[in-house]
């Protein structure tokens, strides 16, 4: 299935900050709900948490050079 | 106008509900094992939701201002950017000639097509959302009794995503790349 995919098996594994980032959704839920301003503490802690876990995805090389 | 976009932030959190459940189908009905990019669209989505969920919080305790839209606005299009950069990643993963894709096909599309288009519809509501905050200067208070049952629907959909995900994974630090079975069950 992945005969055409450039990464390998290996190189597509993630860190498993998931179960982590979901709490962090489920922490800004319950900070938008009760009206705390926390939640905009926990939403860019689980945006930027995202955004973590798919750089450390990508190992492939990005060829910038024009 | 305040009802207008109370609407918009109910239908806007019902799509992205609608669109959650319809993977939880995928996963437990289907027997369909979400990869870790899937997961990753998942929690996007979620994160997605916070922005028109605010809207709805907030006309819960007085009317709503320009800086509830802005804000709310803000969580939609920075979600939105990151889910958009999650989907893309994976499409681009499979867009070789011959590579059958990841899974299963929704109306002739895969999940993360279908993920892509959903963040990019998102982030088109929620820049319409910010200019037409334009047209009125003030909003009115308004009753919006679907408020708590959006909020409990959503957050059971996110608590059954964060069970999901610790029955997929286990206590294992890696996920595979293509799950074939529950980890937590099978070690």
Redesign the interface.
Known sequence: ???????T?EQ?????F??L???M??A??LS??Y?RPA??AW?ML??IG??I??AL??DTPLNLTF | MSRLYLIAATLNTLALTFVLVAALIVQFVLGELPC??C??QR??I??CA?GP??LL??NR?SALTHRDLA?SGG?SV??AL?GI??AT?QVL??I?????G?GGTVLGMHLYTICLLVFIGHALAAGLMLVGASMTESFSPRRWPITNGL?FA??LV??I??IG??ME?GW???????PVSYLLMSS
């Open positions: 299935m992945q005969k055409f995919s450039v990464l098996k597509q594994d993630h860190k498993m998931f179960a980032l979901i709490l959704i489920l800004t839920l938008i709900w009206g939640y905009a939403f689980a945006t995202i955004a876990v798919l995805d990508i | 870790p990019l997961f990753l929690i996007a979620m994160a916070m969920l605010f919080a907030q305790r804000i969580m920075l979600a990151v950069a999650i990643r993963l499979h070789l000639p011959g590579d059958p990841y909020f959503f957050g996110v608590i995503n964060l995900v610790v994974a294992h630090w890696m996920l595979p790349p293509n």
